[in-house]
């Protein structure tokens, strides 16, 4: 006789259930229980590790059989030394503090009451991956020592290796003697599971994070009943002035673009005050050029490299995530903050500059997550802010925004005592 | 000849667009002149005094035609000495802090790179009201001063009077210099300007604010394509345990539920722990009872008053917004912290109680956006917060909860200064 065979609404509806009743134990879990989860987690990685590469293995090689690119192939292997560097982050982030309960303000009032203002978690989180199979140890970390219950759905292609981490996660989770719904794969490798995570799984989804391409970001953002943290384009710029030094402007320009050409933080339009073309300009794009980096410039650039191919009104507007850069001669800083404001994602950019009053106006007028003066714009990343790891960098200016470490993981509540006052 | 006469939407789109270009100047416009335009606006209102109050009489008179109720009728209605109050809370609010610009975090990382989190304002805000025209000037001004543009929709039965007192904000704006789009208000009744406003005019709102009813708040949270700040409903718990002193929970109580039974802090629930009936629950039934407040209650709490209702289930579930109050005996602290999970609406509660261990765990386990100890659910409310004012009472667990005043109009951005530093 055959079990009713539930839906993929019924079975995903009960994940969701299971997942808020796992957040409401885990958002008052001790510290030294999410530690101990973390740290058993790690100890049970390195001891499958053998069984986890070989996961792998499979996946890699069904990969290879369905003609993957190169760079996805890269992201989908896991090697002896990534997953120690996995086991190595579990540690890193039970050594990090507790955000949960933390004060971040407290006042008292004329009439005797104090209120603080403390951190709770947020609840559950989705989380919608692609091929990097970490990213089941990260963002159940991040999510558990944030007291959050967490829903990941992987890609397809690093099912077997996904699931034999969230093994080791779930072995974790059971020393420490924590629900085991804190930390939830998905089972299957329908598409309509994103749709029902989307839609929030009747309430028990409060935010949803996509980790991936512009094409997974971009339905995620369209499609989503429930709040997002995301960012669906890393447009960032470097703006350099004639103040600065050139070793400087050549150092932190190469860096920006060609450090690792793909990352949301690499810079994909540079602008040059037109005072800093005769002295800056040439070594920048000669370092950049050596780099391997294609040059696409305004016409102002041309009559320097006549080689460079012409920067279109599209150039302006892309994010290469390649070794191209767009390359555009500015009258001053308003023409930058212009530039950037309007061809901008609000993501990072860059003054290079030893003029104060540009300083203060590039931090003033931009409405970016990220700012910086004399700086990298590859700095864009949670551990180079020292959160300690991320579940992405956020570019809406709601609750979270830049990196999402464990503290935008969290909400908060007040909490007011009294001894006895009334409201007049 | 006729000029083409633009459709709601294209006049809507405009609107947005204004906003949004306001929205730029505003966002780095000096405190003097938010300041300056502030305290101009709160001249022009008592210059304007007269007029002001003969557009409310018009609006007051149509409004009887209509037969609208008291309660109605009371909230739309402006006399000198509310017109007087709203002159003196755009003075208060010019005397707050500014709060964009402001440092909230700033740390120095081992490469020597400085990062501050700084707030910024959030945008173009949207504020849809009912009757009380009031809002008009109290919604200008928070927005203002947080430097986010507004655009206001109000009632069409305060139309006259709203207007009136817009007039005298924007004469605030040209005497600071602003830009008069900072303030817009819709100028059509038309309600489907409303649905034009929660689409998010093509990106040019951030976030809506609705302050009315539950009706219209239902409609906002359920139709709005943009963030929402607000809350559903208000169903606040009190409950009270034996070790606290009868006097205290007679006041607090009574307070809770019969200062104001109409506000959202409005207590509607009051729990009483077990071993606290034959002490404390006759003496505070009584009081308000004799404050005229209608008791429901479960069965135990009738073997008391035999002559009170019994609660039905969906007196759990009721906000009364009214002098009618639902009791029920509780078994022990985890029984209360149960009743309020399942019932409540993550609004406010409080515990009246002298047991440090019962306090720490209504704190802990209790996940709402205000938890007060031995005080009224009544101090739920942004100036009794300290926050000078505020645009409503949040109950989401995103950006802002609880009050929303000056800090939760704004975002961040984060400020990172270097020199030269380059990513590994």
Chains 1, 2 share one sequence.
Request: hydrophobic letters at 45%; aromatic letters at 4%.
């Amino acid at each position: 006789m055959n079990a009713h065979e539930p839906s993929l609404h019924e079975t995903m509806a009960a994940i969701g259930r299971r997942a808020r009743a796992a957040a409401r134990i885990l958002a008052f879990a001790s510290t030294e229980a999410k530690d101990r989860a973390l740290s058993s987690a790690a100890d049970a990685i390195e001891a499958e590790a053998s069984s986890i590469l070989s996961a792998n293995a499979e996946d890699v090689a069904q990969a290879k059989e369905n003609g993957i690119s190169p760079a996805f192939l890269d992201r989908l292997t896991v090697t002896d030394v990534r997953l120690r560097a996995i086991a190595q982050g579990l540690r890193e982030i039970a050594a990090l503090p507790d955000p949960v309960g933390a004060v971040t303000a407290e006042w008292t009032r004329p009439n005797g009451l104090v209120i603080s203002r403390v951190r709770t978690p947020l609840g559950v989180i989705g989380v919608i991956f692609e091929s990097r199979p970490n990213v089941t140890a990260d963002a159940g970390a991040l999510t558990l020592k944030s007291g959050n219950a967490v829903i990941l759905r992987g890609g397809s292609e690093a099912t077997r290796t996904s699931h034999a981490i969230h093994a080791c996660l779930l072995q974790g989770l059971e020393a420490a003697g924590l629900p085991l719904d804190a930390i939830q794969m998905i089972p299957t490798t329908d598409r309509a599971a994103v749709g029902e995570m989307l839609a929030g799984l009747d309430g028990n989804i409060d935010v949803i994070v996509p980790r991936g391409g512009k094409t997974l970001v971009a339905r995620v953002q369209d499609e989503a009943r429930v709040p997002v943290f995301a960012h669906l384009e890393g447009l960032c710029h470097t703006y350099i002035e004639p103040s600065v030094d050139v070793r400087l402007a050549v150092d932190v320009t190469v860096n920006a673009k060609m450090r690792r050409p793909g990352v949301c933080g690499a810079t994909e339009t540079l602008l040059v005050h037109k005072d800093a073309v005769a002295t800056h300009l040439r070594p920048v794009i000669d370092a950049l050029i050596v780099k391997g980096c294609e040059i696409r410039g305004d016409e102002a650039v041309r009559s320097y490299y006549p080689a460079a191919k012409a920067a279109t009104e599209e150039d302006w507007h892309t994010e290469y995530e390649a070794a191209i850069l767009s390359v555009k001669i500015v009258e001053d800083i308003g023409a930058a903050i212009d530039h950037i404001t309007h061809y901008g994602s609000h993501h990072t950019e860059a003054i290079l500059s030893e003029d104060p009053a540009s300083v203060d106006r590039f931090f003033t007028e931009i409405d970016s997550a990220i700012l910086l003066h004399n700086a990298s714009t590859q700095f864009a990343d949670g551990g180079e802010f020292g959160f300690g790891g991320e579940i992405g960098i956020a570019t809406g200016k709601f609750h979270a925004r830049g990196p999402v470490g464990l503290e935008q993981l969290c909400s908060f509540k007040y909490i007011v005592r009294g001894s006895g006052q009334t409201r007049p």
